[in-house]
């Protein structure tokens, strides 16, 4: 029986295998690196001053979209801002405060005209 080079075949088979998946683990990892960056260099730093007026994205609107409907609700106003990205704002109309992620909101401008589309 031939044990020896079945053996040192098998070894060598094994070995083989570990370097492809170390490979496959490498190629992962710089995938991740670059998905992360061009993820980071995408995103923009909102900044939001207490009492100025902004716009609360409503990401219900995206599951059920209305086509010619907007999807920013508001104004608000900028009660406190957190250092970890998290907004408290306060309802006009309503007066109720609760905490938002920063990324979710936009500044308000006065003299903008958004039109409204009543549905038929």
Same mark, same amino acid.
């Given at each position: 029986m031939e044990l020896e080079p079945a053996g040192k075949? %098998?070894? *060598?088979?094994?070995?083989? *295998?570990?370097?492809?998946r170390n490979d496959a683990y490498e190629n992962a990892r710089i995938y991740k690196d670059k998905t992360k960056l061009f993820h980071d260099k995408n995103?923009?730093?909102?900044? =939001? /001053?207490?009492?100025? %007026?902004?716009? #609360?994205?409503? /990401?219900?609107?995206? #599951?059920?979209?209305g086509k010619l409907r907007s999807r920013w609700q508001?104004? =608000?106003?900028?009660?406190?801002? =957190?250092?970890?990205?998290?907004?408290?704002?306060?309802?006009?109309?309503s007066g109720k405060r609760f905490t938002v992620n920063g990324q979710r909101l936009k500044p308000f401008y006065e003299n903008f005209q958004a039109y409204t589309v009543e549905k038929i």
């Amino acid at each position: 029986m031939e044990l020896e080079p079945a053996g040192k075949a %098998r070894k *060598l088979d094994i070995q083989e *295998l570990e370097e492809i998946r170390n490979d496959a683990y490498e190629n992962a990892r710089i995938y991740k690196d670059k998905t992360k960056l061009f993820h980071d260099k995408n995103i923009v730093q909102k900044h =939001f /001053s207490v009492g100025q %007026r902004v716009l #609360l994205y409503n /990401s219900v609107l995206k #599951l059920f979209p209305g086509k010619l409907r907007s999807r920013w609700q508001g104004p =608000f106003i900028v009660t406190e801002v =957190f250092t970890n990205g998290a907004v408290e704002i306060e309802s006009e109309e309503s007066g109720k405060r609760f905490t938002v992620n920063g990324q979710r909101l936009k500044p308000f401008y006065e003299n903008f005209q958004a039109y409204t589309v009543e549905k038929i």
